[in-house]
């Protein structure tokens, strides 16, 4: 009785959780995760205008995880914004929680995931303390648990959006079964998955379609995929149908592997992990390419290697 009672006060506080208050997260967002110390190691200067040079050009969300940076980055991010001249409402932050990592700033022995609704409470706070801020704007499950429980995450989810923590709640990683899974108790709003022109199962496996019926929000993490990274048979084939477009629709190879997310018709949202302002601008660039038809339907091609059926 007490379970059916909490979720008719849950559904109560969705309708204005959800339907009042829906943040504008920028097309192109940008991820966080190589600011840090698991990459370019910015100081609080090369923060501040890398969030403003974002602002200028239309990127007003960020990425953070909990785990980035062996639980740093959020840390070193809030410093800087807090001695930025960035306003609170002009950005969006997102945030993750749920991985337990293996590093020297946790006592775990094995990676694992804790969904219990005390951690994810205690994850939010956390993020919520180092970023310098009162709420996020969005928070995911980072990984599926094999044992998690949805009315558990239900309560966390519940007493954070109450309290005015967090604005809008997702995942990220999911399948459509594990949504449904998880939907059975709350809504789910936002999954971000791993997509791109060389890692486009999500298109395939019913993951976008399922975000399509629910209009939920996708994002996409590693949007370039291996297409900069791996020199194999699929990116050199994908290379080469990109030569013949780039005089077409002035633009280069990154600009157009981000395009064809951008044409998907689920609404796709890259994450640009990206620090070099020339190349979040050319990300923001990419907003203005549409593909033609056929030309989408080639590039697939070529990263597939045969016809479509």
């Not at 293996?102 to 609704?117: A, E, I, L, P």
């Not at 899974?181 to 709350?186: A, C, G, I, Y």
């Not at 297409?227 to 080469?240: D, M, S």
Request: net charge negative; charged share 20%.
């Amino acid at each position: 009785m007490f379970f059916g009672l909490f979720k008719v006060l849950f559904a109560n506080f969705n309708d204005q959780f959800y339907h009042m208050s829906s943040p504008k997260y920028s097309r192109i967002i940008s991820g966080v995760m190589t600011w840090g110390k698991w990459g370019k190691q910015l100081n609080d200067e090369g923060m501040i205008s890398l969030m403003n040079h974002c602002l200028e050009i239309g990127i007003n969300t960020f990425d953070h995880a909990d785990i980035y940076g062996g639980y740093t980055s959020e840390a070193d991010f809030g410093s800087a914004f807090a001695k930025s001249s960035v306003a609170r409402e002009s950005i969006n932050l997102i945030s993750k929680c749920g991985i337990q990592y293996v590093c020297d700033n946790r006592s775990n022995t094995v990676k694992h995931y804790d969904y219990s609704k005390k951690y994810i409470i205690q994850s939010v706070e956390t993020s919520l303390k180092h970023l310098n801020t009162d709420y996020l704007d969005l928070l995911l499950l980072h990984r599926p648990s094999p044992l998690m429980q949805p009315q558990e995450i239900m309560e966390a989810i519940a007493k954070l959006g109450q309290e005015g923590k967090i604005i809008d709640f997702g995942v990220s990683n999911f399948t459509p079964s594990q949504i449904e899974l998880l939907s059975s108790e709350l809504p789910v709003r936002v999954n971000q998955i791993e997509f791109s022109v060389t890692q486009f199962e999500a298109m395939l496996d019913g993951t976008l379609d399922q975000m399509m019926v629910q209009k939920m929000i996708p994002m996409a993490w590693s949007p370039l995929g291996g297409l900069f990274r791996e020199e194999n048979e699929q990116t050199l084939r994908i290379h080469h149908i990109m030569e013949g477009m780039m005089e077409k629709y002035d633009a280069n190879e990154d600009q157009l592997a981000l395009a064809w997310i951008l044409n998907h018709p689920a609404g796709i949202h890259p994450v640009v992990g990206t620090t070099n302002p020339d190349r979040l601008t050319r990300a923001q660039q990419a907003l203005g390419i549409d593909l033609e038809l056929e030309d989408w339907f080639a590039i697939w091609t070529a990263s597939m290697g045969r016809k479509v059926p």
